[in-house]
């Protein structure tokens, strides 16, 4: 499964996380009702899993190919925790629908290259073809890598409105949580 391009395959390789972390601070004792108005000012409607972790539906839009629009709800997970060291908020989020999005993206430049081919014969389309493959996909990449890019800055957002309105006069720091390259083998 490695050597399948992110972009082609089923679903995403690794989810979005954004932690923000306070040293030497408590949970607090509302810390329910924080984030609910927290959750609520950013507009967003949570549903309570555990105690203290939610589930929310991040609405927005994702741009196939840069330009067309489409309409995406993610499932975000919120998860406030009380470590040795103080206190830290996990927004998690495997962009799946963002993923369809742009797959079905990469789908369509599949058929623009065998347009292109069989339009221009089986000898001449054939250059024509490979280049619309090539093209098309380093476009259709680079278009869901920026709408991901965007996606994460969203959710580590959502990490620091959350982590402020629990401690709001705590310094604290939003750290990505970035899985290891799977190209690297890491």
Do not use: K
């Not at 089923?10 to 989810?15: V, Y």
């Not at 950013?42 to 539906?57: A, G, I, M, Q």
């Not at 430049?109 to 389309?125: D, E, N, Y």
């Amino acid at each position: 499964m490695r050597w399948i391009p992110e972009i082609a395959r089923w679903a995403p390789a690794s989810a979005l996380t954004a932690c923000y972390a306070v040293l030497d601070a408590p949970l607090p004792i509302d810390a329910v009702d924080r984030i609910h108005t927290a959750l609520a000012a950013s507009h967003l409607s949570p549903r309570l899993r555990d105690n203290l972790s939610w589930t929310v539906e991040l609405s927005g839009r994702t741009r196939v190919y840069g330009f067309i629009s489409r309409d995406i709800d993610e499932s975000v997970a919120i998860d406030v925790a009380a470590t040795p060291e103080g206190g830290e908020v996990t927004v998690t989020c495997t962009p799946q629908e963002t993923h369809e999005a742009h797959a079905a993206g990469a789908a369509g430049v599949l058929l623009l290259a065998a347009t292109a081919w069989l339009t221009g014969g089986w000898l001449i389309g054939l250059p024509m073809g490979a280049a619309t493959l090539v093209a098309g996909w380093m476009w259709a990449d680079a278009a869901r890598t920026l709408e991901l890019q965007r996606l994460e800055q969203r959710i580590r957002g959502l990490a620091f409105d959350l982590g402020r309105a629990l401690w709001p006069h705590q310094p604290g720091q939003v750290t990505p949580h970035h899985p290891p390259s799977p190209l690297l083998g890491r």
